[in-house]
């Protein structure tokens, strides 16, 4: 799966990729290399040794290959390329913006294990996390970010927090620096289950 998000991302206009490994890394890492290799794509691979603590840490182990404007996705979420196109061109903004799907009757949409995203009348995030109440969008798993991002995991962290990337957004939300961009209607799918995961191979297959 994760060689069709590399793929997907390439398509929209990402000219070169970090990915963070844990999980039997070294095969992964051996995948990703015949991977760039036959495509000719740029694709470093970081390790991230605490794996199995909150996503914000792998994101925060990448920081020394990360430029000052970035596209972070997660690796199980599939989408199409208009996304990361279309994020790439909108108007920039200080902060962090995160893609949202605002369909709340999405039936691919997982509502028990969705990040879930309350925004006010300009688009600005004022609260996001599992289970929240209310909200009016779901969280894509992609963002446009850069520095400050994960300054804000890290002081999460400090400050007693998990130090995941919601947690970082969360700071950021509370100072107006956490925007969002509509998909509109485009697919997204986060696979983390069978059903999604067949899913996901019917998507790829039509």
Known sequence: MIQSVIESAAQGGVGRFVVVTGYEAEGLEGFLAGLAAATGLVIETVRNPDWLKPNGLSVVAARPRLEKRF?????????EPAIIADLLA????????????RRLNNPLVDLDDVTRVETDAAGR???????????????????????????????DLAEGGMGSISGGMTRLADRGLAHTFDIGAR???????????G???????A
């Open 71 to 79: 596209v972070l996705m997660m690796a199980d979420h599939l989408l």
């Open 90 to 101: 909108a108007p920039t903004k200080r902060g962090v913006t995160l893609a949202v799907d």
């Open 125 to 155: 995030i004022l609260k996001i996390g599992k289970g929240i109440e209310p909200y009016d969008a779901f969280d894509t798993g992609v963002f446009l970010a850069g520095p400050m991002l994960l300054d804000a995991v890290e002081e």
């Open 187 to 197: 697919f997204w799918l986060d696979i983390d289950d069978p059903v999604a995961h």
């Open 199 to 205: 899913q996901a191979e019917q998507r790829l297959r």
